[in-house]
């Protein structure tokens, strides 16, 4: 079956560096969204990506961060220079239409530290 | 107000039990999709049932079935004959069409523990 792929599994950077995180989305969809989730908390919209621009974001998807689909295949999210907070579980999600009824898919995430 | 609304935070079941995790949900569109994912200790998001606003029968997927009360705005998860595999955290979420569709909201989540 398909699937949304995430990397890397695993991200330790230090405050103020930049980090990328990159997603593979399921290939035929066309709706791709980044969320997070801090530790223990609920999971919580960033973005939301199609035709190659953002068609939705929320407060937390601040001028830090942004995103790209660079290729056919890649969507990206990039945080300019981290901050503590920052440090939570990044998914990337996929849809294959923007229906009521077109599940998101996720990856396995992407643990971001920021020390 | 809340979107989405777990008022469990934690549940225990024991095993072949079934269990029922609540939802309640606020909306003022007409068209609206209805999801449960599933948050092993993994950390993976896995998607495990859908129901629509306009759907008059219960969604069902195997063990899961999914008691939509639209009236009520309630969306619970009933997970039948729970097995180990099934402890994980549970999410109700929700795809509104007010919104065009662009985001799924999720609720806080309740945590399922099956007890051998």
């Known amino acids: 079956e398909p699937e949304v792929t995430q990397t890397p599994s695993h991200q330790v950077t230090q405050m103020g560096q930049e980090v990328i995180l990159r997603c593979v989305p399921i290939?035929?969809?066309?709706?791709f969204y980044w969320y997070r989730q801090i530790l223990g908390q609920k999971v919580e919209f960033l973005v939301s990506f199609y035709n190659n621009e953002i068609s939705e974001k929320s407060e937390i998807f601040d001028d830090q961060f942004s995103v790209e689909r660079p290729d056919g295949s890649n969507f990206t999210l990039k945080i300019r220079s981290t901050k503590l907070e920052d440090s939570a579980m990044y998914f990337c999600?996929?849809?294959?239409?923007?229906?009521?009824?077109?599940?998101?898919?996720f990856g396995n995430g992407t643990r971001l530290t920021v020390t | 107000a809340q979107k989405i609304t777990q008022t469990q935070p934690g549940m225990f079941v024991q095993e072949k039990e079934a269990v029922t995790l609540d939802c309640t949900y606020d909306?003022?569109?007409?068209?609206?999709?209805l999801f449960w994912y599933k948050q092993p200790s993994s950390g993976e998001m896995i998607f495990l049932i859908y129901q629509g606003s306009y759907d008059e029968q219960n969604a069902t997927e195997g063990r899961y079935s999914l008691n939509f009360q639209k009236a009520r705005k309630s969306a619970n998860l009933v997970i039948s004959a729970s097995q180990l595999g099934d402890s994980a955290m549970y999410f109700c979420a929700m795809r509104e069409g007010g919104t065009g569709y662009q985001k799924v909201t999720f609720g806080i989540g309740t945590k399922l523990q099956v007890i051998p």
């Open positions: 999600a996929s849809s294959l239409s923007r229906e009521a009824g077109s599940p998101l898919h």
């Open positions: 909306t003022s569109d007409q068209s609206y999709g």
């Open positions: 290939s035929n969809h066309l709706y």
